[in-house]
């Protein structure tokens, strides 16, 4: 037991290290979501109000939602799969699977409110090995990707706008992530980590021919929008399939649609 505890109390010991050596960037993170959470929160009255529906943004059940479906994001968020055409930490994982579904359950602030709510259970339990660049790269580009789609869904609920929502988010996940990596994440990671950022290109230029280690833009398009790209789509994919037959258990609304049809036909 005294063992354990001191493992917990070094890995907040670190945890607030890396705080203290990053403030201003770690104080940058924490605006980035606060902005990112009133824009959604924005667009969701007005689709609200487009749709002539006027309800709370939280609810209580919501919330339990919103919390469940962030402790499963965390967890798929731990296995994490390398891609051979990229460098060793840029890795597909499915955590925006159970988010996405949240989201369009419940708009994009309860999306925003769940990728937080994930980066900071994930910092609690693992801590962080990229001076929270990675972390903000998660949350941010996780964020471009469901609340693109949930807007878009937001506006008229029907299959074909859940099509053209995970389309819509796939795409643009794809452009903002691999912009964001370009101008932001990537020379802050070289600056924050320690790392030259010639290393990490000529890292990317190891395992993929198309990188130009003298080029930035070549690294980000040959290595992080192919990234992206599946992730977005796996994920769309995904959503899809399971969305509708777990919306109703989700919202409360009823049985699984599978088990009406079941019950009409029978009776």
Same mark, same amino acid.
């Given at each position: ?94 955590? $925006? !699977? ?7 359950? /419940?708009?994009?602030? =309860?999306? #925003?409110?769940?990728? @937080?709510? &994930? ?15 990675? $972390? !903000? ?7 471009? /990707?469901?609340?693109? =789609?949930? #807007?878009?869904?937001? @506006?008229? &609920? ?29 020379? =802050? ?79």
């Amino acid at each position: 037991m005294t063992e354990f505890f001191g493992k917990i109390t070094e890995h907040f010991t670190k945890l607030g290290t890396a705080f203290s050596k990053n403030v201003g960037f770690v104080l940058s993170f924490l605006g980035i979501i606060v902005a990112l959470f009133l824009v959604a929160y924005g667009l969701e009255k007005l689709a609200q109000k487009r749709r002539g529906v006027n309800e709370k943004v939280f609810t209580t059940r919501k919330m339990a939602i919103v919390g469940m479906f962030s402790a499963i994001a965390t967890i798929l968020m731990m296995f994490e799969i390398p891609m051979p055409f990229a460098p060793v930490f840029y890795k597909l994982d499915f955590s $925006e !699977l159970p988010i996405m579904v949240g989201t369009f359950a /419940f708009g994009p602030a =309860a999306g #925003v409110m769940m990728e @937080f709510i &994930k980066i900071l259970l994930k910092l609690l339990i693992k801590g962080t090995s990229t001076a929270f660049v990675g $972390e !903000l790269a998660n949350f941010a580009v996780g964020c471009s /990707f469901v609340v693109t =789609a949930s #807007v878009i869904y937001d @506006f008229k &609920k029907n299959k074909k706008a859940a099509i053209i929502a995970c389309i819509g988010g796939t795409l643009f996940l794809t452009v903002f992530g691999t912009a964001f990596n370009a101008i932001y994440l990537l020379p =802050a990671f070289a600056k924050l980590y320690g790392m030259p950022l010639d290393a990490i290109l000529a890292m990317g230029a190891e395992v993929n021919k198309l990188v130009n280690p003298e080029s930035i833009v070549s690294f980000v398009i040959a290595c992080v929008a192919p990234l992206n790209l599946i992730k977005g789509a796996a994920n769309s994919l995904i959503v899809l399939l399971v969305y509708k037959p777990l919306s109703p258990i989700i919202k409360g609304t009823g049985k699984p649609a599978a088990n009406r049809k079941k019950e009409s036909v029978s009776a």
